[in-house]
């Protein structure tokens, strides 16, 4: 009986081992507790962290979707289309002084037969043919400044007399080659232009830099086709060729020798017959084009309006 109590070294070793399962056991459950914490903690905090992330990135969102709102401009209308024998012009401030205070012409212009002008050059008449249907905006401009008398008791201030420029350029009130009506307007009907003898032209200087300044030839000339064509002579061409004759002098304003020697007034300018043509409804003006007046030149930067 005494040895009932009594446990054998096989026994003890088995048991030792469990214990040591046992306490293996723990120990694992222990670590797989901790990693699990660790990794819910990690789990918030990240998602804190996102959805600040998220938060800050839809704040800065909304932000760049009102700057983008605010920045992007509102698209200008769309002109309406010109009815039937009109055209739309534009005519835009250019920064210069005017040489006499003017209303701009109204945007819209007959774009169909021909106007008449009468100019009386030393007193002598030159009559103009000036063609609407090929360049309605040179020649609703020209007609514009006629019947408001801005042409009237000028100089003819250019003559170019030379081999392949014959010109005698007008539509300059000071007569120094940089005066104009406060506005500019594009190029048109240059495919092909010709500047054969009786063709009338907008000087300019540049690009669709056009504005009162315009030239006539008195012989063939061989520009290349960079000048807005809108009339020709249909009589008095004898007018000019008389002036050129007297030959050219030196521009005190410029140094150039491209004066008609003995001076060249254009008296007066008048449209005396007109295309007929139905009144559009409604005519849109150029209501919005601030007006050109009147103010000192600035002669430090001045601006040049010539031909070749």
């Known amino acids: 009986m005494a040895g009932q109590g009594k446990k054998t070294s096989a026994e003890r070793r088995r048991e030792l081992q469990a214990q040591r399962r046992a306490a293996a ?3 694992a459950r222990k670590r797989r507790m901790r990693m699990i914490a660790g990794f819910t903690a990690v789990v918030l905090a990240g998602g804190a962290i996102v959805g600040a992330v998220i938060g800050l990135q839809q704040l800065f969102d909304d932000d760049a979707t009102d700057v ?5 401009p509102t698209p200008s209308p769309t002109p309406e289309p010109a009815p039937e024998g009109f055209a739309n012009c534009t005519y835009t401030p250019d920064g210069s002084p005017a040489s006499k205070e003017i ?3 109204k945007s819209l212009a007959v774009a169909k037969g021909k ?4 100019l009386m050059v030393n007193n002598k008449p030159v009559v103009m043919e000036l063609d609407a249907a090929k360049a309605p905006c040179a020649v609703n401009n020209f007609v514009h400044l006629a019947k408001n008398k801005y042409f009237d008791n000028t100089e003819c201030h250019r003559e170019l007399n030379s081999p392949g420029t014959y010109v005698l350029q007008c539509g300059d009130p000071d007569a120094t080659g940089r005066g104009g009506p406060g506005w500019s307007f594009p190029d048109e009907n240059l495919a092909g232009a010709t500047y054969e003898a009786g063709v009338v ?3 300019n200087a540049g690009p669709n830099t056009n504005g009162s300044q315009f030239f006539m030839m008195f012989k063939d ?6 000048y807005v064509p809108f009339g020709k002579i ?3 061409l004898d007018v000019l060729t008389e002036i050129a004759k007297a030959g050219t002098k030196v521009n005190p304003d410029t140094g150039a020798n491209d004066a008609p020697k003995n001076k060249v007034k254009l008296n007066k300018v008048t449209i005396t017959k007109e295309p007929k043509a139905a009144a559009p409804s409604p005519s849109p003006k150029a209501s919005s084009t601030p007006r050109a007046t009147s103010s000192p030149k600035a002669t430090s930067t001045p601006k040049a309006t010539s031909t070749p």
């Open 25 to 27: 056991a723990a120990a």
């Open 201 to 203: 032209a907008m000087a």
């Open 115 to 118: 106007f008449t002008a009468q």
């Open 221 to 226: 000339s061989d520009f290349q086709p960079n």
């Open 68 to 72: 983008a709102a605010e920045a992007t």
């Open 103 to 105: 209303d701009p012409p």
């Open 234 to 236: 249909v009589s008095g």
